[in-house]
């Protein structure tokens, strides 16, 4: 089946620790994106990339870090630079090209980060 | 800076009711819009996009007012399954495809 995967779904990180997400798409994307969502919150852009090896701060990119190495594949650190970094971290990934639909964003089911 | 406006509600109402939840943009440029809903403790996923003044899929019709920068969601005889945090998405422009997300309109349909 064709989608986005993150993993883990649960993680659990003690202060002072990086911590790295996985983000993986067979979707054939060409554009990858990070959110954060707080409860309450809507969701902030961590950091987004439009093609491989090439990726832009969001607005809320401080205390993380990211790679795009391979188009399939978009893995989020969590730096202990981050100050709360307890979150539910979603990525998304977009189609490009002509066409409406390359509007659109689909999510994977998402990480939970709590830091202990 | 670009803003999406939502009642966060919680909008509580019964089995078979109509419901409709606002969403006000402020980035005139915006040509499409979205609705996702996002389940608790979930990913959002796409429920509908619009394009023009509107958008029609079952029980679901999205309106765009583009005067007065207002995009609607209408929800006709509500299912308990319909209980969820309803997300109102723009473009923010540009090629990069970024969207602001609105904080979300809540439901809860009861029996």
């Known amino acids: 089946d064709g989608g986005i995967t993150q993993s883990p779904k649960y993680l659990f990180r003690k202060e002072g620790q990086n911590v790295t997400l996985s983000c993986e798409q067979n979707l054939n994307h060409d554009a990858m994106y990070w959110y954060r969502q707080d409860p309450g919150q809507g969701l902030r852009l961590i950091y987004y990339s439009q093609i491989v090896n090439d990726f832009q701060k969001g607005d809320i990119a401080e205390g993380y870090s990211v790679s795009r190495e391979k188009k399939e594949s978009f893995p989020l650190t969590v730096t202990s630079a981050q100050k709360n970094p307890t979150a539910f971290y979603l990525c998304?990934?977009?189609?490009?090209?002509?066409?409406?639909?390359?509007?659109?964003?689909?999510f994977g089911p998402g990480t939970r980060l709590t830091v202990l | 800076r670009k803003e999406v406006e939502q009642d966060p509600g919680p909008f509580n109402v019964p089995e078979g009711a109509t419901v409709a939840f606002n969403c006000t943009y402020s980035n005139s440029a915006s040509q499409s819009f979205f609705w996702y809903r996002q389940d608790c403790r979930k990913e959002p996923k796409l429920l509908m996009s619009v394009y023009s003044s509107g958008n029609e899929d079952g029980r679901f019709t999205a309106q765009l007012n583009r005067a007065s920068q207002y995009i609607s969601l209408l929800i006709r005889d509500s299912k308990l399954s319909d209980s969820a945090t309803y997300l109102c998405?723009?473009?923010?422009?540009?090629?990069?495809?970024?969207?602001?997300f609105g904080k979300g309109t809540k439901l809860s349909v009861k029996p």
């Open positions: 998405v723009v473009p923010l422009g540009g090629s990069q495809g970024n969207l602001i």
């Open positions: 998304a990934s977009r189609g490009t090209g002509q066409g409406r639909s390359t509007d659109t964003q689909y």
